[in-house]
């Protein structure tokens, strides 16, 4: 190595260790200003106490951060700080936080803040009892009940919260509600970004708002846009309908819900329900349209009625609902059924209309020959357009008209090839109290064919006719009686001698074979369907404890400066009664069935090292110590580390009886434990002891303390 390079090394070495030196100067907290410095050994032991002055309160900052104060109490050698009255903390132009105290770390960068703390960001304001704010990670904390308002959003309430800073996230827990002036939202899990105004929703929450309703157990929701999607068990509630979905879309500035997969709308008023796999429901227009397998219910007392279309709609207010089915319509109820292109039913007039097709050409085969039609009992019943009408009241079937072709085809009851036909250019149809079709009239240009029977249902003959009309009487499916006006021609003619091609009249065509037999029977000639794949949101992601490992840690050291300055303190006024409460294989401490390693690990102040305790197995542990005192208030503190599950515990000093135990389950980190016991005089020395060790127990052990603590 040359000179050049020689000095170019120093040269380097020198501007690192600047940069260090800096970089461990610039984590020291720095007093700016203080209008009056004291020193209280007794009370704060290597701390010095600022006070503000009339003119402007005391000012500290650390790395960027400034903060404000009445009175502060400056540990300079552990870089703490405790700052009291009307504490204001800044960082930067984005965080301002105000509270009554505040306790600050320069070492972990960690803050507490309780007494109406407010923190404040450009986005949203935090208000809480107490706070935690980790500038290292960027995130605050409240876990006793908090505020946020974003103006924008509305006001946020939880038990649990926590602010992702550099992200603007916030993750609520537990009684989570937000309300705004016009939705109020209820959560138990509920993640909100404070830049966009979204927010996710999980577990059982709703969304309610003066129109409407909605819970879901997952979801999203725009605070701002006031549109979002509800998943999982997802339910609107629009006063008088009730839509269900797989996943629903809502937009609450409309009043507009689209759904997908499994869909159930119900309308409460009129008792119907309509079910399908995509659904749109607009609340102000009182329609909704579904599609995919749709299927509209009216339910009624004894007998429900399914429509059944590639589309259904439904509009018009409560009272005067509207249903109308679009393409390859069916109808199904236990004692009447049909099919047609549409169906069209009003419930306020008891009114349903079947449809023909009047976008297929003339020549269409569906056009000319596959009218609309109706099942009843026995009886098949088709033409240009039927109208069948319910009493609404009674909800039972009371007329049936047939304008233009009408065809009533029943088959003879015992010949095989027999069918009773009636063909006019209208039909007029009766039903009984028993939704049985009672009277027929034919009305103009009727024709008609008749397998006439006598009363042992022997075949007399085939009438065949044309009249001007016919009126028909039915029992239980068949023809009772006929009677004709202006008959034109006809005759009775034996079957022997009727040709066979005369047995059907013009336009005669059969379609049992399409009847609905059921309400599955609505859906045979649909294609095979498949309920589309729905990604959604994901599922919810716990957040990772805030105290975690690492914070814990942190925290830990700051609880331990301060417990370990309030120890320094104490032992000033109160005499610990242990001897070597640092060395635990003294022989002033008695020992059983364990094992010590002396000097193993730093004790928690990081000055002076810690022993270690085994159990060996052979049965249960302790080490003790007798101390002379025989009654007054006692307080018994130790400081563990570790794994297994111990006792500490206050004892006579024969035996094993106990004043005061406690069970600890030991950490990883550094801990305080104590119990205090009052005793009286019973001629029993006190003694103290750490039992019930075990062959898995293996933990640190340091700074044992026995005081007796005043009356006051």
């Known amino acids: ?124 304001t935090i208000s809480s009892d107490t706070l935690y704010f980790d500038r290292l990670k960027q995130q605050s904390f409240y ?90 068990k997802a339910k609107i509630n629009y006063d008088n309908r009730i839509i269900e979905g797989d996943s629903l879309y809502f937009d609450n500035n409309t009043s507009f819900a689209s759904a997908t997969n499994n869909i159930k709308v119900t309308d409460t008023i009129n008792n119907s329900i309509i079910k399908g796999h995509y659904a749109e429901v607009f609340k102000e227009k009182d329609s909704v349209f579904i599609t995919k ?10 007998d429900s009625i399914y429509i059944h279309a590639d589309k259904i709609m439904v509009t018009g207010k409560p009272d005067n609902r509207i249903i109308n089915a679009y393409y390859n319509a069916k109808i199904f109820k236990s004692d009447i059924s049909g099919k047609a292109d549409s169906i069209h039913s009003n419930q306020k007039t008891g009114i349903t209309k079947l ?54 085809i029943s088959k003879d009851t015992i010949s095989e090839k027999g069918y009773n036909q009636i063909y006019g250019m209208r039909l007029v149809g009766l039903f009984n109290e028993e939704n049985q079709l009672r009277q027929v009239n034919i009305i103009k240009n009727a024709e008609s064919i008749f397998y006439t029977r006598n009363d042992k249902q022997e075949l007399i003959g085939i009438d065949k006719a044309k ?38 009249l013009k336009g005669f065509d059969w379609r049992e074979e399409e009847r609905p037999l059921s309400v599955e029977d609505l859906f045979k000639d649909d294609p095979p369907f498949e309920l589309p794949t729905i990604k959604g949101l994901e599922d919810y992601v716990p957040q990772e404890a805030f105290f975690d490992d690492e914070m814990m840690e942190r925290l830990e050291s700051i609880k331990q400066n301060k417990l370990l ?73 130790i400081w563990l580390k570790g794994s297994g599950i111990i006792k500490i515990g206050l004892q006579e000093h024969i035996g094993h009886s106990t004043y005061e135990f406690s069970e600890i389950k030991l950490t990883s980190m550094w801990k305080n434990y104590y119990i205090n016991c009052k005793k009286e005089e019973d001629g029993n020395r006190l003694k103290v002891a750490i039992f019930n060790i075990q062959s898995e127990d293996n933990f640190y052990i340091w700074g044992a303390e026995l005081i007796e603590v005043p009356e006051n």
């Open 293 to 302: 397998r749709a299927l509209a219910i009216t339910i009624q007392e004894n």
């Open 143 to 232: 876990k006793n009940g908090g505020t946020v308002v974003k103006d924008s959003s509305g006001t946020i309430t939880s038990k649990i919260g926590r602010y992702y800073m550099d992200i603007k996230k916030y993750q609520f827990v537990e009684d989570v509600v937000l309300v705004n002036d016009s939705t109020t939202i209820n959560s138990n899990f509920f993640d909100f970004y404070s830049d966009t105004g979204y927010a996710y929703l999980f577990g059982p929450s709703t969304i309610t708002t003066p129109e409407s309703k909605t819970y879901c157990e997952k979801g999203f929701y725009d605070t701002e846009k006031k549109v979002g999607y509800a998943l999982k």
């Open 467 to 504: 009249s001007g009309s016919i009126s028909m009487l039915f029992a239980d499916g068949d023809i009772e009686e006929y009677t004709r006006f202006n008959q034109v021609d006809g005759d009775l003619y034996p079957e022997s001698k009727y040709p066979e091609k005369e047995k059907i």
């Open 565 to 637: 300055r309030n120890t320094s303190q104490k032992n000033k006024i109160q005499r610990n009664l242990l001897k070597s409460n640092e060395d635990f294989n003294s022989i002033n401490w008695l020992k059983s069935n364990i094992t010590i390693k002396s000097n193993v690990t730093l004790s928690p102040n990081k000055k002076q090292t810690a022993d270690n305790i085994i159990g060996n197995g052979e049965k249960n542990g302790y080490i003790y110590q007798h101390v002379p005192n025989i009654k007054g208030n006692f307080k018994f503190s």
């Open 1 to 124: 190595m040359n000179k050049l390079q020689i000095l170019l090394f120093i040269l380097l070495l020198g501007f690192v260790s600047t940069i260090n030196i800096q970089a461990q100067t610039k984590k020291k907290i720095e007093i700016e200003y203080a209008g009056k410095l004291t020193i209280d050994e007794e009370n704060y032991p290597g701390a010095k106490i600022l006070t503000r002055d009339d003119s402007q309160q005391v000012q500290i900052s650390h790395q960027g951060t400034n903060m404000w104060c009445d009175k502060a109490i400056h540990y300079g050698k552990e870089n703490f700080i405790e700052a009291y009255g009307n504490v204001k903390l800044i960082q930067g132009d984005t965080i301002n936080m105000t509270s009554k105290y505040i306790e600050y770390s320069g070492i972990t960068e960690l803050a507490f803040a309780s007494g109406d703390v407010v923190l404040k960001d450009p986005n949203s």
């Open 355 to 408: 449809i023909n097709i009047p976008r297929f050409s003339p020549g269409d085969k569906f056009s000319t020959k596959r009218k609309p039609i109706m099942w009843n009992f026995e009886n098949q019943m088709t033409g240009d357009t039927i109208h069948l009408i319910s009493n609404t009241e009674t909800e039972k079937i009371d007329s049936l008209l047939v304008f233009n072709n009408a065809f009533i």
